[in-house]
């Protein structure tokens, strides 16, 4: 079987498009484990002020992340790209535990192997207070944003 994760390196910008919505699409599932298959088994991570590397503690990140960020839903938008690295802007929803809502904004460089695996992830993040009015992202929780739902840059953000 193999461990090819297409579209692979280099990158077009067809295929760079293809491989940001992908992403989109399993963290939107919201399974930590589904999620840790794009990673190569060693890959390192900075996601806000946390350093971690491997499948075992993107698993275990990915986990914590969702029990905490509920009715969590993403977009993500191809920012750049060049031959095994894409660069993405994002916004996600999210209500806390308390039930005020959230939008998240942010950035992520990617770097990529020849199999198509993301070997290096580093994020930049802010949250904002949202008002429950505000949200914009309405699609069901667990399932990938619909193909007819309005972009990061359509919705001005």
């Known amino acids: 079987m193999s461990t090819d994760r297409p579209p692979l390196p280099p990158f077009t910008l067809e295929t760079a498009r293809i491989k ?7 963290w939107n599932s ?8 794009a990673y190569t088994e060693d890959s390192r991570w900075r996601n806000r002020r946390e350093f971690f590397q491997g499948r075992p503690e993107i698993v275990a990140f990915l986990t914590r992340k969702w029990a905490n960020e509920r ?14 690295r894409i660069a993405v802007r994002f916004a996600y929803e999210y209500q806390d535990e308390s039930g005020l809502w959230f939008r998240a904004y942010g950035n992520e460089n990617w770097e990529f192997d020849q199999r198509g695996l993301m070997r290096v992830r580093y994020a930049s993040i802010n949250d904002l207070p949202l008002l429950p009015e505000a949200r914009l992202f309405h699609w069901p929780v667990g399932s990938a944003r619909p193909l007819d739902h309005p972009g990061l840059s359509d919705l001005g953000l």
């Not at 940001?20 to 399993?26: H, L, Q, S, T, Y």
């Not at 009715?71 to 095994?84: Q, S």
């Open 20 to 26: 940001v919505r992908a992403a989109e699409d399993g």
């Open 30 to 37: 919201r399974n930590p484990e589904r999620v840790s298959l």
């Open 71 to 84: 009715d969590y839903r993403l977009i993500k938008e191809l920012w750049a790209f060049t031959d095994n």
